[in-house]
């Protein structure tokens, strides 16, 4: 069975850094896209970088570009969403899942998810 399963949410003061960890389990992880979205309450969930296993090419949203950087370790069937310049507004669920092939870039596109990791970003 398919299991996603994110990882190293917590609390940051602003300007620092989390790495946060998605690990798949359940399929072979190189025919897939997993993608980063978050979720703040009261907001619809958005999307911030994928990652196509196929060949590491990555796509991020104007909002997490030159600050956020997705990466995967093949061997360890993980993604990693580095984030870096924290701002308040990074405060959100962060989930990871799976796009399917040829679907837009959002939460409607997703086929799996894992369960959310709590950044909390203080001022």
């Known amino acids: 069975e398919v299991q996603l399963q994110a990882s190293g949410g917590g609390l940051v003061q602003a300007g620092g850094s989390l790495r946060l960890s998605c690990a798949a389990s359940?399929?072979?992880?190189?025919?897939?896209?997993i993608a980063w979205f978050r979720q703040a309450p009261g907001k619809e969930r958005e999307g911030l970088s994928s990652?196509?296993?196929?060949?590491?090419?990555?796509y991020y949203f104007d909002s997490v570009k030159g600050r956020f950087t997705i990466s995967s370790d093949h061997a360890k069937n993980t993604v990693y969403l580095q984030m870096n310049s924290l701002k308040p507004e990074d405060t959100a669920v962060y989930y990871c899942g799976i796009l399917r092939p040829g679907s837009y870039f959002n939460a409607a596109g997703v086929s799996y998810w894992g369960k959310g990791t709590l950044v909390t970003v203080s001022s």
């Open positions: 990652i196509s296993n196929s060949d590491d090419s990555t």
């Open positions: 359940g399929l072979t992880f190189d025919d897939y896209h």
